[in-house]
């Protein structure tokens, strides 16, 4: 039964088109080995790029010599089963031939542009320029994600699609490419960002350009997400005559459907202005010392819709973005990250305030969270019981200034008790002479009697 079966000249055919895909890629794989081997001593090297091509080309040219093989080896054999229904079982030959380079041209591509990404990515940290740190590797991903859906457009020709089905194909295509191409946006500025503020001397809170730089960029990145997405989805829906006619017939019978949405949204659209507001014209930043109303802190993030405050016990307190534009804020590092403190002290008016400026300047020369500017020792209030003496000092943060400012009242104190005991503050209490014998009749009821 067997030799009958391979005496039929249509299983000799196909065995001799299977015996030629094999030997053909016998060969490829031979030659392929052969060029890639290391070139021998003396001899002249070859070129990365050809290596490269090669490794990208391999695959795929085997996979196109064995599909081949195989579909004309089965063509051989349905052709000679079916001769009678070979008409309507034929149809169906140019899907099947054009499936094959479909499907190793996509391999190819996606192969090459990995090729071409990794390169770009070496390149890129050979260079010393941080732009090529940027742009190159966005470069590779573009090719890796646009090129295979480009080659999409042209590839879905070899099959016989019917018009209709081949119009649906390059809008889904396009949708593809559309939001692809959205999500090559959104992670070049994420990208850019990390690399703009990846630099550790921007972080520190001393530095007055560095975090306004920080403010601007996170800021305009979270603007331009949000941008980007609502114009993708709008290119998206754009595409369709469906859709687009469902909204144009929303828009012109649902008008008050229309005001109401835009009074719902009108906070939100309030919330992404200011935000706007805030990264261009910057009265907060991050890294700020501020206070509002009955609160105080530090600006830890600036989001489209809050901000996050970092309070003295560590807490957080989220303030809606819009509360910046529409209320007054003291900002005590908007022109420099510097901070004023002052230590108030009561003291008796026999007190010598000399020493006790010598003392107070010693202690503050003498610690690491002086920012070598601004030092005073000043009596600034004089009262029936007591004076005021002002110790003003300068801290190059808020919280280096509060440590400071406590350190300098306790031993400010300490040196009163221990030096001048006397010249703590007193309550004084003086009686009132006796001036008429009215007064002094009453006096004497109100004493008591030394007798008793």
């Known amino acids: 039964m067997l030799s009958g079966f391979f005496a039929d000249s249509a299983v000799q055919a196909a065995l001799l088109l299977l015996g030629v895909t094999f030997l053909a890629d016998w060969l490829l794989r031979r030659l392929m080995k052969q060029w890639l081997k290391e070139p021998a001593p003396g001899a002249a090297p070859r070129g990365r790029s050809w290596r490269h091509g090669l490794l990208v080309l391999s695959p795929p040219l085997r996979l ?40 190793a041209s996509l391999w190819m591509l996606h192969r090459s542009a990995r090729v071409v990404d990794a390169r770009l990515r070496t390149v890129a940290t050979t260079t010393p320029g941080a732009f090529d740190d940027i742009f190159l590797p966005l470069l590779g ?11 999409l457009f042209f590839l879905v020709h070899l099959w016989p699609f019917s018009p209709g089905t081949l119009a649906l194909l390059h809008k889904l295509i396009a949708v593809a490419l559309i939001l692809a191409l959205a999500w090559l946006i959104v992670r070049a500025s ?12 921007l ?16 800021l305009l990145r979270k603007i331009a997400m949000v941008f980007v997405g609502v114009f993708a989805l709008a290119a998206v829906l754009m595409l369709f005559d469906e859709v687009r006619d469902v909204g144009r017939s929303i828009l012109a019978s649902a008008g008050v459907a229309g005001i109401i949405l835009g009074l719902a949204a009108q906070r939100s659209l309030g ?16 890294g700020d010392q501020i206070k509002m109303e009955d609160e105080a802190g530090a600006v830890e993030e600036i989001t489209l819709t809050y901000v996050v405050v970092r309070r003295w016990d560590r807490s957080c307190l989220i303030v809606p973005i819009t509360h910046f534009i529409e209320n007054p804020v003291v900002n005590y590092t908007r022109g420099s990250s ?3 403190a002052q230590v108030l002290l009561r003291a008796d008016f026999s007190l010598p305030v000399p020493p006790l400026r010598e003392y107070v300047e010693g202690l503050v020369r003498q610690s690491p969270l002086w920012d070598q500017k601004t030092l005073a ?5 004089v009262r029936h019981e007591s004076m005021e003496i002002r110790i003003l000092i300068g801290a190059p943060t808020g919280a280096s200034a509060f440590q400071l400012q406590c350190e300098l009242r306790e031993k400010a104190v300490e040196f009163l008790h221990l030096h001048y005991p006397q010249c703590l503050p007193k309550a004084r209490e003086e009686g009132k002479p006796i001036t008429t014998w009215k007064e002094s009749e009453e006096f004497g009821a109100r004493a008591p009697d030394p007798g008793k």
């Open 64 to 103: 196109l010599i064995w599909y081949y093989g195989a579909y004309l080896a089965a063509r051989v054999l349905v052709a000679y089963s079916l001769q009678k229904e070979w008409n309507r079982w034929g149809s169906w030959v140019p899907n099947v031939a054009g499936a094959g380079v479909f499907f």
């Open 141 to 151: 991903l573009a090719f890796r994600i646009v090129l295979p859906v480009v080659a």
């Open 190 to 201: 994420g990208v850019v960002e990390q690399v703009v503020l990846g630099r550790k001397e």
């Open 203 to 218: 972080k520190s809170v001393t530095n007055y350009e560095g975090r306004a730089l920080v403010t601007r960029v996170s």
């Open 271 to 286: 919330g992404l202005f200011a935000g706007l507001q805030i990264a261009l014209t910057q009265p907060v930043r991050i």
């Open 338 to 340: 510097a901070v004023l």
């Open 377 to 381: 020792v000043q009596t600034t209030d």
